[in-house]
C-alpha cells in the first residue's frame, strides 16, 4: 500500500492502471447485460450508475497515464 505522504511508484500505478481495467470490463459487461434486458427501462437507475462508474475509471485511468508519464 503507498504511504499517503509520498508519490506512488511506477508500480503501483500499473498495478492500479490493471485493476482499474477490470472494473471496465465488468461494467462494461453489466451495462450491456442490463441494456439487453427484456424491459431496459426497468434498469435505469442501475444502467445510469454503472455508465457513472465507468466514466469515473476512465477519469481515473487518464491521470494514473499522466502521473506514469511524469516518473
Do not use: F, G, V
Not at 503501483?12 to 434486458?37: C, F, G, M, N, V
Not at 434498469?43 to 485511468?61: C, E, G, H, P, V
Request: proline share 3%; charged share 35%; glycine share 0%.
Amino acid at each position: 500500500m503507498c504511504d499517503s505522504n509520498k508519490e506512488p511508484s511506477l508500480e503501483e500505478l500499473k498495478e492500479a492502471k490493471r485493476q482499474i481495467d477490470s472494473i471496465l470490463h465488468k461494467l462494461e459487461k453489466t451495462i450491456q447485460t442490463l441494456e439487453s434486458k427484456e424491459n431496459p427501462q426497468r434498469y435505469l437507475s442501475q444502467i445510469t450508475l454503472a455508465k457513472r462508474r465507468y466514466r469515473a475509471m476512465m477519469i481515473a485511468i487518464d491521470l494514473i497515464e499522466k502521473q506514469m508519464k511524469n516518473i
